[in-house]
């Protein structure tokens, strides 16, 4: 089966919390086949893990990245068709007095210009994003970056 979803960093990185949501890791299960990172994501994942002292927490972060994301979901890059997205997007928002992150507006557009639909626990931080497709796996909705 093709792509459907790009999963964020705060749905990717759900599994490995101490108490994590069981209906996000459930979908993640279930969609893994249909589910792939962007780079940025990636870049967020690995950045975060190596700012980790060494240690138990840090080696299972390492694991996880390496042997279940890495090792199963392809990860996208940020191409010319997301660049061109992502600079019409972050003028207009900019125009609008709403300026993005850099880094989501990069992993919208690549989920914007491959069709697929982003995955997230922090919706808020991508609804400003025109004709992006969100969804939410989360059980409580309400978390926010």
Known sequence: M??????DTSTVSEPMKKTPDPALVAKLEAHAHESV???PVWHELLYGCRLLPTGKRREGLETYLREVVYATMAILPYDVAA??????????L???????????GQIAAI??????ILVTVNVRDF???EGLRIENWSSTRKRTS
Not at 83 to 92: K, T
Not at 94 to 104: N, Q, R, S, W
């Open 111 to 116: 989920a914007k210009s491959k069709d697929l």
């Open 83 to 92: 660049a061109a997205w992502h600079a019409e997007e972050r003028a207009r």
């Open 37 to 39: 990172l962007a780079a």
């Open 94 to 104: 900019d125009k609008e007095g709403l300026p993005a992150p850099f880094v989501d």
């Open 2 to 7: 093709s792509a459907r979803f790009l999963l």
């Open 127 to 129: 609804q400003r994003f």
